[in-house]
């Protein structure tokens, strides 16, 4: 009977061991610069609203709901006020045929976001929106930027291992 006693009581360890383990991995330790949106760009729209658009990374397992069930799928991600509370759950897949990353659109203002980067797991990303302006993050790994030229050190936030997300605020150049 003792036997079976410290059975159980090693069994109710090693449990509450992984349970309280795999809480703390949804902790998000990375915590990168404010991204803003390109000093050299702006949208046509007519509303004073900017755009946010996420590229995390891609969903480890395949949505065979989804038009192409082959091309991989961007993850979902969160939006959070500046005092922590969230503002809305973005599922980031626009529906199209490329099943690219939904342009999300936002009041002018100061956000954190909190999402998947490739090789990081989840990541928070304080962003600015300015009116009518696209502010991009790319955490898929290996993103595209049109002229990766003008990036430097001083207007590039960028993950630990030095692959860019985006423009650093011009608020904090």
Not at 57 to 68: L, S, T
Not at 88 to 99: A, D, E, K, M, Y
Not at 118 to 147: A, C, K, S
Request: hydrophobic content about 40%; some cysteine; proline content about 5%.
């Amino acid at each position: 009977m003792m036997e079976l006693m410290k059975a159980f009581f090693t069994l109710t360890i090693i449990t509450a061991g992984a349970l309280l383990s795999g809480c703390a991995i949804e902790k998000n330790a990375t915590v990168l610069d404010t991204v803003g949106p390109s000093m050299s760009q702006s949208t046509a729209a007519s509303s004073t609203n900017g755009t946010l658009v996420v590229y995390s990374a891609y969903e480890v397992n395949a949505d065979f709901n989804a038009r192409d069930p082959n091309s991989p799928e961007y993850s979902d991600y969160r939006i959070f006020t500046p005092d922590g509370k969230l503002l809305q759950r973005v599922h980031n897949n626009s529906g199209t045929i490329l099943q690219d990353a939904v342009s999300v659109e936002l009041l002018p203002g100061k956000y954190k976001i909190i999402a998947h980067a490739n090789g990081y797991g989840y990541v928070t990303v304080p962003v600015i929106i300015e009116p009518r302006q696209n502010t991009i993050l790319h955490l898929e790994g290996g993103g595209f930027w049109p002229n990766e030229s003008v990036f430097n050190q001083t207007n590039a936030v960028r993950l630990p291992d030095g692959r860019i997300i985006g423009w650093k605020a011009a608020s904090n150049l």
